[in-house]
C-alpha cells in the first residue's frame, strides 16, 4: 500500500466514523422532536455512508498501474463511482422532497424550534472540527472522492450553522400575528436543503459523466495544456497541431500530435522533450499522463486514442 493510498484511505474513514455519528444523532433526534429536516440530513448522511463504505473497497484498484489490457487504468471506476453516488443522491432528494412537500400541505410540523436550533448549532460546530481535520489529512492528496467528502462535510457546516440561527429567529414568531407559518417552517427549511445541494449534486455528476464518456475537461484546462506544450516543445521545432486531453477520474491523460519541419525526428530529442512535457504538465496539473505522437500530415488526426501504456512518457 502506497503512503497516498494510506492517507486516502484514512480521511475516508474520518469521513465514515463521523458520518455514522451525525446520521444516528439526527435520526434519533427527528424521532423525538419530529423534525423533518433533521430525518432530510439523517438521509443524506446514510447515503453518504454507503457510498463511502463502497468506495474504501475500490480505492486500492485506483492506485493500480495502466497497462495494455487497463490503457487507463481503473480512473474511470473513480467516475462511475461518484455516477451512482449522484443519481442515488437525486433520488433521495426528489423522494424526500415530494413525501415533505405533501406534509406540508396536509397542515405543516409542529416542532420546538429552539431546540432544533440547538440540536443544529452542535452539529454545526463538530462539522468544523471534523472539515478542517479532512483538510489537514488533505493537502498531500489529490482524490475527486476525497475532495467532494471534503466540500460535503463543509456544506453541512454552513447548513447546520445557517439552520440553527434560522430556527432560533423563527421561534420570536411564536404568539405574533406571523406565528401560522410556525407549523410550516420545518417542512420548508428541509426542502431548502434539498433545493440547496441540488445543484452541486448535478455538477458532480456532470463531471462524472463526462469522465465516463471521455469528454474533454474545461475550456480553461485545455487552454493550460496547449500554452505549455507549445512552450516546451518551440526549442526542439516541434509543432503541435492537435491535443487530445481527456479527464477520467483524477488523472489527465494528454496526447500532443506535433508535427516536425524536416524529413527526420532524434529520437534523443523526443525522449528529451517528452520527459520536460510531462514535468511542467506535472507541475501544473497532478495525476497527469501525456504522450508525444509525431503526425506525417500537418493536420489534426481523423481519431486520437488515449495515452499508450508502454510510451515513453517521461519520469
Not at 18 to 39: D, R
Not at 134 to 146: D, W
Request: negative net charge; proline residues 5%.
Amino acid at each position: 500500500m502506497t503512503i497516498a493510498e494510506k492517507r486516502e484511505k484514512q480521511v475516508l474513514w474520518v469521513s465514515f466514523y463521523a458520518g455514522l455519528l451525525f446520521a444516528a444523532a439526527e435520526f434519533v433526534f427527528s424521532i423525538f422532536n419530529g423534525s423533518q429536516s433533521a430525518l432530510m440530513d439523517a438521509v443524506y448522511d446514510a447515503s453518504e455512508l454507503i457510498f463511502i463504505g463502497f468506495i474504501l473497497f475500490l480505492v486500492p484498484l485506483l492506485y493500480q498501474p495502466i497497462s495494455e489490457k487497463h490503457p487507463y487504468g481503473f480512473s474511470q471506476l473513480e467516475s462511475i463511482i461518484l455516477v451512482i453516488k449522484g443519481f442515488m443522491m437525486l433520488s433521495v432528494t426528489f423522494g424526500l422532497s415530494a413525501d415533505i412537500i405533501r406534509n406540508a400541505l396536509s397542515g405543516g410540523n409542529q416542532v420546538d424550534l429552539r431546540q432544533v436550533a440547538l440540536f443544529q448549532a452542535v452539529l454545526g460546530a463538530l462539522s468544523v472540527g471534523i472539515y478542517t481535520l479532512m483538510r489537514r489529512r488533505n493537502r498531500a492528496l489529490s482524490s475527486p472522492l476525497v475532495d467532494a467528502e471534503i466540500l460535503g462535510w463543509k456544506v453541512d457546516t454552513l447548513y447546520s450553522l445557517g439552520m440553527s440561527a434560522a430556527f432560533f429567529g423563527s421561534s420570536f414568531l411564536e404568539g405574533t400575528a406571523l406565528g401560522f407559518l410556525v407549523p410550516y417552517f420545518d417542512p420548508l427549511v428541509a426542502v431548502a436543503i434539498s433545493l440547496l445541494t441540488l445543484p452541486e449534486t448535478v455538477r458532480t455528476l456532470w463531471r462524472a459523466l463526462k469522465g465516463i464518456f471521455l469528454f474533454s475537461p474545461s475550456e480553461e484546462t485545455r487552454d493550460a495544456v496547449k500554452q505549455i506544450s507549445s512552450q516546451v516543445l518551440a526549442p526542439y521545432g516541434f509543432t503541435p497541431i492537435f491535443h487530445d486531453v481527456i479527464r477520467t477520474g483524477r488523472f489527465l491523460w494528454v496526447s500532443v500530435y506535433f508535427t516536425i519541419p524536416g524529413e527526420t525526428l532524434s529520437l534523443a530529442d523526443l525522449r528529451t522533450a517528452s520527459r520536460q512535457l510531462n514535468q511542467a504538465l506535472g507541475e501544473q496539473f497532478e495525476n497527469c499522463v501525456c504522450e508525444l505522437i509525431l503526425s506525417p500530415e500537418d493536420h489534426a488526426p481523423a481519431a486520437a486514442g488515449p495515452p499508450a501504456a508502454d510510451t515513453d512518457s517521461g519520469d
